[in-house]
């Protein structure tokens, strides 16, 4: 069964801080790797979208990774601010198009 | 920037009830989705469609669903006889192309009493 696990499930850091959100994957098979912030009460953002053959991949202050070896991810925040407090959930794209998502990882950010 | 919008913002119905969601995906794309999330849950992928026929389903996608894109602009999911479980935020998203990010727009909460 497809499935996509993400660490920590919360975490809570202070403003101008970076930190870094962990994604693992069983989803085959792959196709691509997407992550996503969702505020609360509204829908989710695309933040990157990354292929078998990428291993980095930068959006302003947000950077993930890709290793399709171990199928693992991540995502890093550079410098927080007090609007990425969200979730940041990691999809997973099988070749049949259908998105398996995580329960993503609930940042909050402190002033 | 254009916008995925779904309407209504939040919908309260009683159980056994029909209830219809409605979205409005961006104009020029072609593919539309519909998922759920259930209070506290992770998002759930329901279906799929592109030229105007479902092009995948998730098991939770039964009998009791369906979509319909009625005219150019919107995209519809109809709920058959609502059950209590049927209560989640419901996002319309739609792509230009299959593999491409999807818009997602902000949800119809749906309350089944």
């Known amino acids: 069964k497809n499935q996509v696990e993400q660490s920590p499930q919360s975490l809570i850091i202070l403003e101008g801080k970076n930190c870094t959100l962990q994604c693992n994957y069983t989803v085959s098979p792959f196709s691509n790797l997407r992550w996503y912030k969702q505020d609360t009460g509204r829908g989710p953002v695309s933040l990157t979208i990354m292929t078998f053959s990428e291993n980095t991949k930068s959006n302003g202050r947000y950077t993930a990774t890709l290793d399709a070896d171990t199928k693992q991810s991540s995502l890093h925040i550079t410098a927080s601010q007090l609007s990425d407090s969200a979730s940041y959930i990691c999809?997973?794209?099988?070749?049949?198009?259908?998105?398996?998502f995580g329960t993503g990882t609930r940042l909050t950010i402190i002033p | 920037e254009p916008e995925v919008t779904q309407t209504p913002s939040h919908q309260v119905t009683q159980m056994g009830q029909e209830v219809i969601l409605r979205c409005v995906p961006i104009?020029?794309?072609?593919?539309f989705y519909w998922y759920r999330q259930i209070l506290g849950q992770k998002v759930e992928f329901l279906v799929s469609f592109y030229n105007n026929e479902i092009s995948e389903k998730s098991e939770i996608f039964d009998d009791q669903f369906s979509v319909e894109r009625p005219d150019g602009s919107n995209f519809t999911l109809k709920i058959r006889s609502t059950k209590l479980e049927d209560s989640a935020m419901y996002f319309c998203a739609s792509s230009d192309q299959g593999n491409q990010p999807q818009h997602f727009g902000d949800g119809t909460r749906l309350s089944i009493l």
């Open positions: 999809v997973v794209s099988a070749s049949d198009e259908k998105l398996t």
């Open positions: 104009s020029n794309h072609l593919y």
